[in-house]
């Protein structure tokens, strides 16, 4: 029951790969990865949900093992990445399911539910902002890019890109270095080097600034719909800052908001913590 099957399927005309895991009949619980990574960051935190749920983690477009499709062909915003997404919900006949979004999956996952809430059953949010005060001086390169997108300042953000920068993100904030796999930022680094990625990557550097200009759309949708909400953040992220867990509760009452005193990607050294986290939130039935 809680074997991984690796899947593919054609979503538009776009190739998406997934993981899943969990009874067909079971709660589903959607996984929405970030950047630079891919749905391999949940390969343990799977088996330890797949009992009581569905889970199913799909590879966005352009990362992992998905298509990367030419910029030509395919405009990379995270409006774009979002209707693939729904539509991939779709394809799998996943009708109402549980999110877990993690940095790039939250603007992703966050449009969805705005945009079909009687689908999103709940929201599990690990170092996925919606708040303006989330965000750390670590943006100001990139907040320079959204300013002003000359060709100067987006190539200034190829530093960005490189495997020393990847693994920055990984340990920054993280007491244990040793118990980072390097599984997990080597095969990004891998699929940064498929030809096209960087600008691939470039151009959502410069479409995140949609995502912040709809951080008031996100709140409203809280607001409105109070959805049942678990922030699990990594509270050394040198991005996304505790400041954007804590403001879930400005606009969700019964929002619930837990600390690990890790970095951005909580799962490499904090898994077991998290996966029990979500199994006291999450009901284990429709």
């Not at 074997?3 to 959607?30: F, S, T």
């Not at 877990?100 to 992703?108: I, K, M, R, W």
């Not at 969805?112 to 919606?130: K, L």
């Not at 691939?200 to 909400?229: I, T």
Request: with cysteine.
């Amino acid at each position: 029951m809680n074997a991984i099957k690796y899947n593919r399927v054609d979503v538009d005309g776009y190739g998406v790969a997934y993981r899943e895991a969990g009874p067909a009949n079971a709660p589903a619980l959607l996984l929405l990865h970030g950047f630079p990574t891919s749905s391999h960051m949940f390969r343990d935190l799977i088996p330890k949900l797949a009992d009581r749920y569905r889970v199913v983690a799909p590879d966005l477009p352009g990362f992992g093992q998905s298509d990367l499709p030419s910029r030509e062909e395919f405009k990379y915003t995270f409006s774009n990445l979002a209707k693939v997404m729904t539509r991939f919900t779709e394809v799998l006949k996943l009708d109402r399911f549980a999110i877990y979004v993690f940095d790039y999956g939250s603007p992703t996952g966050l449009r969805m539910a705005v945009e079909h809430p009687e689908r999103v059953t709940a929201i599990i949010t690990q170092n996925g902002n919606a708040y303006v005060e989330g965000l750390s001086d670590g943006w100001n390169p990139i907040r320079a890019y959204w300013k002003e997108p000359s060709q100067a300042n987006r190539d200034a953000l190829r530093a960005l890109l490189t495997p020393e920068t990847t693994y920055w993100q990984y340990t920054t904030g993280v007491k244990e270095r040793s118990l980072v796999s390097p599984d997990g930022y080597n095969l990004d680094n891998h699929y940064m080097t498929r030809p096209g990625a960087h600008e691939v990557q470039l151009d959502l550097f410069l479409d995140y600034a949609s995502n912040v200009d709809m951080y008031p759309e996100f709140q409203a949708y809280f607001r409105k719909h109070q959805p049942a909400l678990l922030a699990a953040w990594g509270s050394g992220d040198p991005f996304f800052l505790p400041a954007g867990a804590e403001a879930f509760k400005r606009d969700i009452k019964d929002a619930k908001v837990t600390f690990f005193d890790t970095g951005h990607f909580a799962l490499e050294t904090h898994c077991d913590e998290i996966a029990a986290a979500i199994r006291d939130f999450l009901p284990a039935e429709r």
